[in-house]
């Protein structure tokens, strides 16, 4: 689910649609920026990043505590959906979830993320988005969905996973941090392509 909380809060009052809005463990100058809205994220105001900063950044911005109940409502409805179309579902957080189709009967997976999309406005609400990424592994889906933010519907295949890697950074793939990615420009690999195409014995020796 896109902006998890700030949009949640956001279809739980239409007076804050459309409007910067960030989700903070506190709302005091210090705290940290759990979730921005989008229309706060094209202010430049980030997760991890202090309300105080945000505030510079956006003089408009609405900050909000944190409501645990209403996300973990929200949380079930979106694994209720989720288990309609497979028996296995992992959730890896309180917005984000695996599906594995193995065990199931569909092999039109572009339409079943759309059906899941139109579910998920019906049955959360109509303000809730979400990207969906198809692959044959986890960690590819995972990258598929973060190529279009927000609502997204992207697929990786070993025909253009090449071609999807030219577009992204290091950092982009999902368990690359900056200190890994350090880690990686010292080993002589500063792109995806690089990193994809490095041997596995030179990962294990180097990285």
Request: aromatic share 8%.
């Amino acid at each position: 689910m896109n902006s998890c909380f700030a949009t949640i809060e956001q279809q739980a009052n239409p007076l804050l649609r459309n409007k910067p809005i960030a989700v903070a463990a506190y709302t005091t100058p210090n705290a940290c920026i759990l979730a921005p809205s989008y229309e706060a994220k094209r202010c430049g105001i980030k997760v991890g990043m202090p309300v105080w900063q945000g505030k510079l950044l956006c003089k408009d911005l609405i900050v909000m505590p944190p409501d645990p109940v209403k996300y973990r409502v929200a949380h079930v409805q979106f694994i209720n959906i989720l288990q309609k179309y497979s028996p296995t579902v992992i959730p890896k957080s309180i917005d984000e979830a695996i599906l594995d189709f193995r065990d199931t009967p569909y092999t039109d997976l572009e339409n079943i993320g759309y059906s899941i999309k139109k579910h998920v406005r019906e049955e959360i609400g109509e303000w809730i988005s979400c990207n969906i990424g198809i692959a044959t592994n986890r960690f590819l889906a995972k990258t598929a969905a973060g190529l279009n933010k927000p609502d997204g519907l992207d697929i990786i295949t070993h025909k253009n996973v090449e071609n999807v890697y030219l577009f992204l950074t290091l950092t982009d793939l999902c368990g690359i941090n900056t200190r890994f990615e350090r880690r990686l420009h010292n080993a002589g690999i500063f792109t995806v392509p690089q990193f994809y195409e490095s041997s596995v014995q030179k990962l294990h020796k180097e990285v």
